[in-house]
């Protein structure tokens, strides 16, 4: 996804949303200053023990998160869905879920999230002051214990996909897809064809299997193949890439061979809230979290990102993801990065489409040209193992 402009609301207008949510006006609003692609955030201070049944008893101040144009109303629920669920059923430190709406019908004109202000400083502005061993158990630590924790949910899991409501308002349900690499509303404006819709271009769900995930994936890019003129030049593969859909129904016995876990998707240090005074880790920004097959549980490249990193930065980030995969091991757990393909089979699937993807997804905006034909040589490759029949 590519950056949008944000909305900027009025203190009037916000003033109006908490009426509107009878909760009482708060007496500071402060607008926050972030590097956040896909919300205006706003911190509301409240006096003292203002606002029934929150969790924090020494402060009242709540973060109003104010969604964009970029996927409209899933990704908001997702994110309420999602942190209610974690809060209810982990220890994992997560933002408390005050309100949200993913309408624009309310006083503000924006979809939004409230929630209560999670205590401690965001972690990529502390790291380069802690020592190897306070990186060790204040962060990856907190890190593994995130991945355990989630991993551990998968015996609940029957869809790939995020989390909604259900129709009482409490029950978390499956719901559909949320992803990073969807096609939002501006991007669809501005590089694709007029009429495309965000639906003719992005995928749904939830989906009940890994092989109904992948296929549902392919045939948006086969769609954007047809009528995209920057993939022209793959047209001549649209009969390979059919048949190879066809591979994949009928292997899905053996494709669909895979745990389903919950995974926050987006762990870097800027998701990562550090509170000096108790030593904890507190997660933010769950929006593009779900529920995803074992390959994808957990992004480990992400760990320890920062924005604009130096040399020295990406060695921290590297030290980080290793000690990661030590303590892991240390715990008897497993670290789920790209060697947890349960089938050669099922590794040269996820290569292809990634690979598809990749081509998919940049030739539009003029991405990394000199990458498509190497991309291009990926997807044939990967393919091929269905065609000669091996499976």
């Known amino acids: 996804m590519e950056p949008m402009p944000l909305p900027q609301l009025s203190h009037d207008s916000i003033r109006a949303l908490m009426r509107s949510t009878y909760i009482p006006e708060p007496t500071q609003i402060t607008t926050i200053s972030t590097v956040g692609w896909y919300h205006s955030i706003y911190m509301l201070t409240f006096p003292l023990h203002s606002i029934a049944g929150l969790r924090s008893q020494t402060s009242t101040e709540l973060v109003l998160r104010v969604s964009g144009t970029d996927l409209p109303s899933i990704k908001t629920e997702n994110e309420a869905a999602i942190l209610t669920w974690v809060a209810q059923s982990t220890s994992v430190p997560v933002p408390a879920v005050v309100r949200y709406d993913i309408s624009c019908d309310n006083p503000i004109g924006h979809e939004y999230i409230l929630l209560e202000r999670a205590p401690g400083v965001p972690l990529d502005r502390l790291f380069r002051t802690f020592d190897e061993e306070k990186l060790t158990v204040v962060v990856v630590d907190a890190m593994v214990d995130l991945y355990v924790q989630l991993a551990a949910s998968e015996r609940q899991w029957t869809h790939i996909g995020g989390l909604r409501f259900g129709q009482d308002g409490k029950k978390i349900v499956p719901g559909p897809i949320v992803e990073w ?9 501005k590089y694709w064809p007029e009429g495309t819709r965000i639906e003719d271009v992005n995928i749904a769900g939830p989906y009940a299997s890994y092989v109904e995930y992948i296929t549902a994936l392919v045939r948006t890019y086969i769609y954007a193949i047809k009528i995209h003129p920057s993939l022209a030049h793959m047209r001549d593969l649209l009969p390979r890439i059919d048949a190879f859909l066809d591979a994949l129904a ?13 995974a926050h998707q987006d ?24 529920v995803v097959p074992e390959p994808s549980q957990y992004p480990v490249m992400a760990l320890g990102w920062t924005r604009d ?42 290569e292809a489409v990634s690979s598809l993807l990749s081509i998919v997804k940049l030739c539009p905006t003029d991405g990394k040209q000199d990458k ?9 490759e990967h393919m091929g193992y269905f065609e000669m029949g091996t499976i």
Not at 183 to 189: A, T
Not at 250 to 262: E, F, I
Not at 271 to 281: A, H, K, V
Not at 372 to 380: I, K, T
Request: proline share 1%.
């Open 181 to 189: 690499a969807m096609w939002n509303v501006p991007e669809i404006e």
């Open 250 to 262: 009928r292997n899905a016995d053996t494709l669909n061979q895979t745990t389903l876990s919950l």
């Open 267 to 290: 762990v870097h240090f800027g998701n990562m809230l550090y509170d000096e005074t108790i030593g904890q880790i507190t997660f933010i920004d769950w929006e593009f979290s779900g």
């Open 309 to 350: 990193q130096s040399e020295e930065d990406k060695k921290v980030n590297l030290w980080v993801r290793e000690t990661f995969a030590r303590r892991c091991s240390e715990r008897g757990v497993a670290v789920m990065d790209n060697s947890g393909f349960s089938s050669e089979a099922q590794e040269h699937m996820h």
């Open 372 to 380: 498509v034909e190497e991309w291009r040589g990926a997807v044939l």
